[in-house]
């Protein structure tokens, strides 16, 4: 089976672009790329053009996904396997390539609204890249940009659109008890990063995405980004622990667009040589975390 290799970019819709810049730079370190028109900014985390596109537009929530496949062959054969899954495929326009900055890609739209983008042709930027504040830079290269964490109306049927139709592979699935019912996650990978996307199937589904992960090369970079959120007021939606299924240390600040995002560091990897999926009945850390639950259930500040 073809298979996505990494999660290549973002585009977030949002009224206050410049809040998201003032956040991205002045806290988390990504470097702010002006846009070709004023209606679009670009943030910056490693040697690709730009991570995520923020378009301003009022939906405050995530407007397109675009996950990396390493050729044209491999493009072609994922948009097949779409095909033959039932998935409309539409092949992207040379504008639309020429706007992501990339060679080619095709669209097609996930089971829960998502518009989905798959591209090859990573957007390079030869200029090296500088955080935006004193940290020690992000962990993407092969591991792409980070993890997203989607809500999915149907778990199962989202799972099956990610696995068979995209190429991902289950890390783990989880299934929590709560007192508003059963809430269940499913964890993808599609490299050694644990995993990529989650899929979160929840009661009411207020925004396509729950939060975005970036991960900094060194605990210090988590630590100093949680000073300057106390110190400039910069909401905690969940504050410092360690996730038991990716390893990850991290806290989770509330961003202009009003979901999570999570600041971490230190996760471990899968190799899919070894790798058995795994299954929790809690979502709690290994410590820390306080508020997790809150997230995954809604009722966190910053959690949807
Ligand atoms: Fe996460």
Redesign the pocket.
Known sequence: MASVSQLGYLGIGTRNPKAWQDLATTILGLQMVPGDDPSTSYLRMDEYHHRLELRAKGTEDLEFVGWEVPDPATLQRVAQQLADGGVKVTAGTREEAEDRRVIDLITCVDPNGIPTEVFYGRPINPQPFHPARPMSGFKTGDLGLG?I?VYARSLDETVRFYCDLLGFRVSDFSEVRTSGGQIRLAFLHCNPRHHSI?LLEAPGVPKRIN?I?VECNALDDVGSGRDLCLRRGVPIAIDLGRHMNDHMVSFYLVNPSGFAL?YGWGARTIDDTTWQIEHYTTVDSLWGHPQLSDLVTGVAPGGQ
């Open positions: 993890h964490v989650a939060h992960m999570e």
